[in-house]
Structures are given as structure tokens and as C-alpha cells.
């Protein structure tokens, strides 16, 4: 079996879907078919259930899986430790990241070290207040930001985690009590003002300006860090949108999370300076992209 044959198997059995997988390879439906035709002939059973409005994994299909990706797996690890290793990858890699998403980071981060023996990664914290400086400045090799990233001199790499998002409120408010929320509730609530040291488009991703109805959310007291973020929400000044892992690493007297159900996932990618792609940067790159977007998980589920 060749190696584009493995990948097209591995993807549809991720994808599940003819078209997508194909997309995801940038191949023709027509080549994800033949491919997986001639491994059904060569095996000598379907590896496939194929309705037409399903795909599913037949027992013997969901066996080969596992077994490849493991060999795959390998086999990229190996092509990445082989190509860092000529392309002169040693030292240190400074990884910025905001808050607890260095521990969210951090399957990756040992995979990469693993990898490449002769490698240490550091992280360093940056405030959603001043986004870029820490790395225009170098003081980091490379962010971890959520998107979009519309910067000239910045190069937008991989996305490697995803997660839905919350909203924080005070535990007097009247949205406190409910299940979820929606991001029309933000309607006429004050929101956190992150400065302008953040680029509008930035900050808009996270903290909207208007509802998808087109209401109003105004912003209120500047703040600079997160702790100020929640102290703001305790003290009853503000409520405010979050990325979903903050239910797992901060609990804070008088503030209570509550799920947003119609917010868009936020995607963090690998961001750093174009005129700075190391072969370490790169390195890190490519093995955040060969293992693809993993989902953060929400606290309390395994």
C-alpha cells in the first residue's frame, strides 16, 4: 500500500464522508474512491459501509485504522526528526501563550521534544491586551492566538486546539440562573474594553460589537489581565465572553459560567514573525499540522 493510499484511508475514515476527505487532500472524490476500492481488493473486504447518507467503518475497516495510524504516525515523526535534524533544529523554542493554555499545549509540546532530543520549548504568558509586542519584540519565537490573525509581517501557521466558548456573569445577574445563553443576551450588557494596544478585527472575534440582530453591546472599564477580568464580573461592573477552558482552571467567588450555544468555535493557531521562521518554528509547524486540531475539553469530562 502507498503512502497517499494510507492517508486517503485514514482520512475518510476521520472525515467519514467522500467529499470531505477529498477536500481535505486536495484530491479528486473520484481518486478517494479508486484508492479505497483497491485496498478493499487487496485486503479482501470492505473496509467500508457506504449508504447514501452514510459512511462507517466496517469491523475489519476500524482494525486496519488503528493499526495504520500508528504506523503513520511513526512514519511522519520520523520524516519531521530526519528533516529538522538537516535543516539544523536545536535549541530553544519560545512559545507564547495566554494563561492555562500552556497546559492545553502541552501533549504537543512533549511530542516535539520527544521528536527532537536536541530541543527545549519554554512558554511565556502574553495579555489578550498587547497581543503582538512579545513577538514583534522577539521576546517569544512563536504565539498561540486565537483567529482571525490579519497581520503583514505575521505568518498565520496551524490551527492545533479548538473550543466553544462561555459567558462569564455575575452570580447576581439575571442571566445566572440559566442553563445556556445566547449571544444576543449580550444585548445592552456591559462588556471588558481591552484597550486599543489589540487590533479592532482581533478583539471582534471574541467581544462583538452588536448582536447578530444588531444591538448594541457596549464596552466598559479597561482592563489589562484576566484576574482584573474577573474581578470586574464579581464586583457586578461587567459580564463577558470566554474561551470554554476557563471553567476548568479558574473558579472565582461571585462569578458564574454558562455555556454560549450560538457562539462560533474558537480556533487557536501557531502564529510568528515571517522574517523569523526558524527551522524550529517550522519544525513545531509541521508537527502541529500533522496532528491536526484537537479539542479542548470541557471541565469534567475525560
Request: proline share 8%; hydrophobic share 40%; aromatic share 6%.
Amino acid at each position: 500500500m502507498e503512502l497517499r493510499d494510507i492517508e486517503i484511508f485514514l482520512a475518510l475514515a476521520e472525515e467519514l464522508h467522500f467529499g470531505r476527505a477529498a477536500q481535505k487532500l486536495h484530491v479528486t472524490q473520484a481518486r478517494v474512491s479508486q484508492s479505497i476500492k483497491k485496498q478493499e481488493r487487496r485486503v479482501g473486504a470492505p473496509l467500508f459501509e457506504r449508504t447514501s447518507r452514510m459512511v462507517r467503518l466496517t469491523p475489519v475497516g476500524q482494525r486496519l485504522r488503528d493499526d495504520l495510524r500508528q504506523a503513520y504516525d511513526l512514519i511522519q515523526s520520523g520524516l519531521a526528526g530526519a528533516a529538522a535534524e538537516a535543516q539544523g533544529a536545536h535549541g530553544t523554542l519560545r512559545i507564547g501563550v495566554m494563561g492555562a493554555l500552556g497546559n492545553e499545549l502541552r501533549p504537543l509540546i512533549e511530542k516535539f521534544t520527544a521528536d527532537h532530543p536536541a530541543c527545549t520549548v519554554e512558554t511565556a504568558e502574553f495579555h489578550f491586551s498587547d497581543p503582538f509586542s512579545a513577538l514583534r519584540s522577539e521576546q517569544v519565537d512563536m504565539q498561540l492566538m486565537w483567529l482571525p490573525v490579519h497581520e503583514d509581517d505575521l505568518t498565520t501557521g496551524p490551527v492545533v486546539l479548538t473550543e466553544g466558548r462561555v459567558l462569564a456573569v455575575p452570580a447576581t445577574s439575571d442571566l445566572a440562573v440559566r442553563q445556556t445563553v445566547s449571544v444576543e443576551d449580550l444585548a445592552g450588557r456591559t462588556v471588558l474594553n481591552p484597550g486599543t494596544d489589540a487590533p479592532d478585527y482581533w478583539v471582534e472575534a471574541m467581544l462583538p460589537a452588536f448582536t447578530p440582530s444588531g444591538q448594541p453591546i457596549p464596552r466598559g472599564p479597561r482592563t489589562r489581565t484576566f484576574h482584573e477580568v474577573l474581578a470586574l464580573i464579581a464586583a457586578g461592573q461587567l459580564v463577558s465572553p470566554l474561551n470554554a477552558h476557563v471553567t476548568g482552571y479558574y473558579t472565582y467567588p461571585g462569578v458564574v459560567y454558562l455555556p454560549i450555544h450560538d457562539a462560533p468555535p474558537t480556533e487557536w493557531a501557531l502564529v510568528w514573525r515571517t522574517d523569523r521562521e526558524t527551522p524550529l518554528v517550522r519544525s513545531f509547524a509541521e508537527l502541529g499540522q500533522n496532528r491536526g486540531p484537537q479539542p479542548i475539553k470541557p471541565t469534567g469530562q475525560e
